[in-house]
């Protein structure tokens, strides 16, 4: 005889995970910290493409260094939508940010 086994509804581990940090409070901290760190790394690979130092950034940004530290810093998440664009503007890139 052959028995047949029920089979378990398949269950997303994204979906397990964000429920996970979701119970514990902390979804939107993680969320946060993920994204700058995905845009730190984007932006400083740009400029390593472009041959940019921070110092020649920061001027072509006409922003100060504090504020390009900021942006370099992947746990420091208290960066302007403003100064993000003009990073990306620099580079050549463009800074898109949607909610989903």
Do not use: W
């Amino acid at each position: 005889m052959c028995e047949t086994r029920k089979s378990k509804p398949k269950v997303s581990l994204r979906n397990t995970f964000d429920d996970f940090l979701r119970e514990g409070g902390i979804y939107s901290t993680v969320q946060t910290t993920a994204m700058k760190r995905i845009l730190t790394k984007q932006l400083t690979d740009a400029m390593k493409e472009h041959n940019l130092t921070n110092i020649k950034m920061a001027r072509r940004m006409r922003a100060s260094r504090a504020q390009l530290v900021q942006i370099s810093d992947p746990d420091n998440a208290n960066v302007t939508l403003a100064t993000l664009s003009r990073a990306a503007d620099v580079v050549g890139r463009e800074f898109r940010f949607e909610l989903a």
